[in-house]
């Protein structure tokens, strides 16, 4: 057993200190998911770090809230974070967003985040609006444990690569993906993960918000070019791979059996509860009566 020490480990509670950095999920869609404590907190700072300072000063001033910015985003983040370290050790009350959902969350923030923890300053999230979360909801998928990997490679056998060790996965899997690469990816996916269940979530909390729900192999003859606007896509993980074995499925099917059901009603039960394909339990089935 590893041994246990606490040489590094540090409590930092977010209200009873003067340097905090706030950090702010901002709309995906709909204004009216920018939360009244959110509202509260951009009032409140002196500055706010923003990785688009022009969309944040156009989502403030639906609100009123006109602030000093210092620019965050992807090609900064390790200048502009020193910087802001250097004012948040001033007791400067600062914000940091970024253009939709979670800093932090497929987008810039996380270096910052780190250099707060380093630098014993709290860290306090102010929870709002995201994008995977209700498309993995409405997914209509098992939610009980999920997988999120933000966006795949924009390199062919880079994505591929990444299929291949995201193959074996049971848990849910969540993907960002934008319109022009949908296509691809659908193909990709039914191509190294097999016929799956799959929720493309589109447009969240927008006027033309839509989910397309159904499996892989459907895409075949699908128009993409009706997929327009920003969208997540929700894959369902791999259910054969903590199964089954045909000596494991003829286990289940007598189970079945011993408990009154007919062959054809436990086929069928066994193949849709553990997503196997019904020839395969059929046939397994029938050498059962051998
Ligand atoms: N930080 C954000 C979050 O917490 O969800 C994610 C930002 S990431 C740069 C942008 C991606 O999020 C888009 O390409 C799309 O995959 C997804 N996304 C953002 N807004 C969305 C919406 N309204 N509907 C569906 N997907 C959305």
């Given at each position: 057993?590893?041994?246990?020490t606490?040489?590094?480990?540090?409590?930092?509670?977010?209200?009873?200190?003067?340097?905090v950095?706030?950090?702010v999920s901002?709309?995906?869609?709909?204004?009216?998911e920018?939360?009244?404590r959110?509202i509260?907190?951009f009032?409140?700072?002196d500055?706010?770090?923003?990785e688009?300072?022009?969309t944040?000063?156009?989502?403030l001033?639906?609100f009123?809230i006109s602030?000093p910015?210092i620019?965050?985003h992807m090609h900064?983040e390790?200048?502009?974070?020193?910087?802001?370290i250097?004012?948040?050790?001033?007791?400067?009350?600062?914000?940091?967003?970024?253009d939709?959902?979670?800093p932090?969350?497929?987008?810039p923030?996380?270096?910052l985040?780190r250099?707060?923890?380093e630098?014993?300053?709290?860290?306090?999230v102010?929870?709002?609006?995201n994008?995977f979360?209700p498309?993995?909801?409405?997914?209509?998928?098992?939610?009980?444990h999920?997988?999120?990997?933000g966006?795949?490679?924009s390199k062919?056998s880079?994505k591929?690569k990444?299929?291949?060790e995201?193959a074996?996965k049971k848990?849910t899997?969540i993907f960002?993906?934008s319109?022009?690469?949908?296509?691809?990816?659908?193909?990709?996916?039914?191509l190294i993960?097999?016929?799956r269940?799959?929720s493309?979530a589109?447009?969240?909390?927008?006027?033309?918000e839509?989910?397309?729900?159904?499996s892989?192999?459907?895409?075949k003859?699908?128009?993409?070019?009706?997929?327009?606007g920003?969208?997540?896509?929700?894959v369902?993980?791999?259910?054969?791979?903590?199964?089954l074995?045909?000596?494991?499925?003829?286990?289940?099917?007598?189970?079945?059996?011993?408990?009154g059901?007919?062959?054809?009603?436990?086929v069928k039960?066994?193949s849709?509860n553990?997503?196997l394909?019904?020839?395969?339990?059929?046939?397994?089935?029938?050498?059962l009566?051998?």
């Amino acid at each position: 057993m590893a041994e246990r020490t606490i040489i590094n480990m540090k409590r930092i509670k977010s209200n009873f200190i003067d340097s905090v950095l706030y950090v702010v999920s901002t709309p995906i869609g709909n204004l009216k998911e920018l939360s009244p404590r959110a509202i509260e907190i951009f009032k409140e700072v002196d500055l706010i770090c923003s990785e688009d300072t022009r969309t944040t000063s156009s989502l403030l001033s639906n609100f009123n809230i006109s602030k000093p910015f210092i620019s965050y985003h992807m090609h900064n983040e390790q200048e502009a974070s020193e910087k802001i370290i250097a004012l948040l050790k001033e007791n400067k009350k600062i914000a940091l967003t970024s253009d939709a959902g979670y800093p932090g969350i497929s987008d810039p923030g996380s270096i910052l985040i780190r250099h707060c923890i380093e630098n014993d300053i709290a860290v306090s999230v102010i929870n709002g609006a995201n994008a995977f979360i209700p498309a993995l909801v409405g997914s209509g998928l098992d939610t009980t444990h999920f997988y999120f990997h933000g966006f795949l490679s924009s390199k062919e056998s880079e994505k591929k690569k990444e299929l291949m060790e995201l193959a074996s996965k049971k848990e849910t899997m969540i993907f960002y993906e934008s319109p022009h690469r949908i296509e691809e990816t659908i193909n990709d996916l039914f191509l190294i993960l097999g016929d799956r269940k799959i929720s493309i979530a589109r447009e969240l909390t927008k006027i033309h918000e839509e989910y397309v729900r159904g499996s892989l192999s459907e895409f075949k003859d699908f128009d993409f070019s009706s997929l327009k606007g920003e969208m997540v896509v929700v894959v369902e993980g791999n259910k054969e791979i903590k199964l089954l074995t045909d000596e494991d499925i003829k286990t289940l099917l007598k189970e079945e059996i011993n408990e009154g059901k007919s062959i054809k009603d436990a086929v069928k039960n066994i193949s849709e509860n553990y997503s196997l394909k019904k020839n395969r339990v059929y046939s397994i089935a029938t050498s059962l009566k051998d």
